[in-house]
């Protein structure tokens, strides 16, 4: 038996690998960009249009592939797990990168089971995307993998006996010593529920099948569909988009309370204020009725947004101040020959200047400066 079961072992070859990358090349202010594949026979291509074309030609090589495996047969039965040859670092974190004091399970604690599926694996950063022959279990374990095919399960030996055993009818079997054997235990409805249960995704998050109350794991899940339905909308929706944003905020503050993560609480804060934002910009641009009118009433189109036209009104009901009322002076320089040579009384002077305050005009001014010099100069224009 140890020497049958050891050629079978060795029998199995191992799993297919499939790995494509993109990587920048050259200067990054050129914005080229490398695609790069696992196998031998895909030589390098080069993209200098930047990281879009490169993802699109990726995302077409990896089809390529994919068609020349099912063209080959699919996944093969006798493969060996990919992910195990690997030590399962695909879905094994990382000591080093981890919490301290981690350390990475013993090969033997990792246990690869069930049959050999074909996976397709794309980091959310849209710099790799592997293609394996790996088990059920692992791929299961790996994040955003997806299973395409799996292989079917390869004919085992029959043994004579129970090729005996199989013509005899079941009346005629006897029954074994020990007394009758137990039926198969009937699944529960709690599997089948649980089995039925499907994993949604929102905010680049992944809802766990697990999730606890059933009612926000399900919420969670319509909101994701509901979001990626709105991207693929001609025309946007304010009003909907304000709705699915305010229940993304109650949604995430009820995961938030649930699984104890505050980075669930911050987002629905983000979801919060984007709602309110969504609102604003809804009632700018359909308008809304002028004044004490019904709601009835006849709406405008708005120019300003809510907060520049508040800001507009207080500037306008600013009223300047009562400018203060000020007497004119009038100033005034004498250069004739009487004014000249004599000397000007005590507190005078040829240059003249109106006091503040004062009311007087200037002919009065120019007359008493006249009497007082004996200037016959005609009366100057006020300067």
Known sequence: MAVEAGTQQEERIAGRVWAVRLDPY??????????????????????PGGTAAGRKAAVEHVNTHLAHIREGGGPRSEAWCACRAADCAWHTPDPDTGPRGGARPAAGSVRCGGPVTLTVYADRAGRLWRI???????????????????????????????????????????????????????????????RAKRSGKIAQRI????????????ELTELGDAFRVYQQRTEPDLALLAELHERKARAFRQWADVSGDGSLRHEA??????????????????????????????AVERLLTRQQAAHARTVLDT?????????????????????????PEPGTS?????PAGSKATPSEYFSSWSRLTGCACPAPSPK
């Open 207 to 218: 809802v766990p099948r697990d999730l606890e109350p059933d009612a926000l794991r399900v």
């Open 269 to 298: 804060h983000r979801a919060e204020k984007a709602a309110q934002t969504t609102r604003e910009m809804h009632t700018n641009r359909g308008g809304r009725p002028v004044g004490d009118t019904a709601d009835d009433g006849p």
């Open 350 to 354: 040829p240059a003249r200047t109106s």
């Open 132 to 194: 394996a022959e790996m088990c059920a279990r692992c791929a299961a374990a790996t994040p955003d993998c997806r299973v395409l095919d799996t292989a079917s399960l390869p004919a085992r030996a029959t043994p004579a006996g129970t090729r005996q055993a199989a013509g005899t009818p079941a009346a005629e079997r006897p029954e074994p010593a020990g007394g009758t054997v137990p039926r198969a235990r009937a699944t529960s409805p709690g599997n089948t529920s649980r």
């Open 26 to 47: 050259g200067r990054p202010s050129a914005g080229t960009v490398r695609l790069s594949c696992s196998r031998p026979a895909c030589a390098d291509r080069r993209f």
């Open 319 to 343: 009223s300047p101040p009562v400018p203060r009322t000020r007497s004119p002076r009038y100033t005034w320089w004498c250069s004739c020959s009487p004014c000249g040579p004599r000397a």
